[in-house]
């Protein structure tokens, strides 16, 4: 790795934590009508790692609000393996819950 890169890992290491703790902190002053639109404004085009972060930090009622309480009731029916299955991009877990998916958009 050049050491260019390097410094860029440890910068980005650096930055991320206070990344985070600004995007919750604006995203815990919206009103509760509009803390969904608001994550969706933050999380869109953000790397992998910082969105991660940010989504293992939501509290249940800020996951529901960028979810739609109808993916939530979808999710709730799920066990913890299908969860983790899902969130670690596993395509057969996807396939498994697409059926349901399509429920809840049609």
Do not use: N
Request: charged residues 30%; neutral net charge.
């Amino acid at each position: 790795m050049t050491r260019l890169a390097q410094h860029m890992q440890r910068l980005e290491a650096r930055w991320r934590p206070k990344c985070i703790a600004a995007i919750l902190r604006r995203v815990r002053q919206c009103a509760p009508a509009d803390v969904g639109a608001c994550l969706v404004d933050e999380l869109d085009g953000m790397d992998r790692v910082t969105f991660d972060a940010i989504m293992t930090q939501l509290t249940d009622a800020e996951l529901e609000a960028l979810m739609g309480p109808e993916a939530a009731r979808v999710m709730a029916t799920l066990s913890e393996s299908e969860l983790e299955a899902l969130a670690s991009g596993d395509r057969a877990a996807q396939r498994r819950i697409r059926p349901f998916l399509k429920e809840w958009r049609a």
